[in-house]
């Protein structure tokens, strides 16, 4: 999308892209070209939008956890305020998360290091805050194998309540996409085109 201001020989150009590694890809070239690219919102505050969706979302505070071959991170929301914390992914562990994390002492220890990693924020949070506030804890991940890494998840984790995130629980889905969303077994994948499809960036100044 692009706006031209003709009287002061400039345009305004707006890149939409959902993952991290895009977005990076887009400032350097807008850098390249001359251009001060901004950046306004990323893929992490997209799916905390897709939260907000739900009209039956736990007033309290819910960790949002996403883990993939590109991002990972927990998103800490309480009181509609976000607490991001980035979880370190080896290039190693990139491609078991990337290629299907295999059964047995590989895949075990993988999932210790992002348990722990997971655990340490909660306790940063928890101490930062002064109690412990995290009653749901939300899983979104593109990667095929989501239901053993929920069943990791919730051993690793023990003492908190960990879901699978559907941001489609509470909206109308029209009759030509039910097919799509009803076949598909991981609904978190939805959660990224869900929050973009619902949140209002005043970019060019349209709500003024």
């Known amino acids: ?35 001060n690219p ?7 505050f997209a799916i905390r939008n897709a939260l ?7 007033q ?9 071959p590109h991002e990972n991170y927990v998103l800490i929301i309480t009181d509609d305020a976000p607490f991001i914390y980035d ?22 220890r993988l999932y210790d290091r992002l348990s722990e990693q997971i655990r340490q924020t909660f306790r940063a949070y928890e101490t930062k805050v002064g109690s412990n506030l995290i009653e749901k804890v939300l899983l979104v991940s ?7 890494l929920l069943i990791q998840l919730r051993n690793c984790l023990d003492g908190y309540r960990v879901e699978l995130f559907n941001p489609l629980l509470d909206l109308v889905i029209p009759a030509n996409l039910q097919d799509k969303t009803v076949s598909e077994k991981n609904s978190s ?3 990224s085109a869900i929050g973009l499809a619902t949140r209002k ?7 003024k």
């Open 52 to 58: 907000k969706t739900q009209q039956l979302r736990s």
């Open 87 to 108: 979880v370190y992914v080896s290039e190693t562990d990139r491609a078991l998360i990337e290629n299907g994390v295999p059964p047995g002492e590989a895949g075990d």
């Open 201 to 207: 960036v005043d970019i060019f100044g349209y709500y």
């Open 142 to 148: 593109p990667i095929s194998d989501t239901a053993e």
């Open 1 to 35: 999308m692009s706006r031209r201001n003709a009287s002061k020989n400039t345009m305004e150009l707006l890149f939409v892209a959902s993952k991290l590694s895009e977005i990076n890809h887009y400032v350097q070239i807008a850098t390249k070209a001359g251009l």
């Open 60 to 68: 309290k505070t819910t960790a949002l956890i996403e883990v993939d």
């Open 38 to 44: 901004v950046v306004v919102d990323v893929r992490c």
């Open 189 to 191: 994948v939805f959660s």
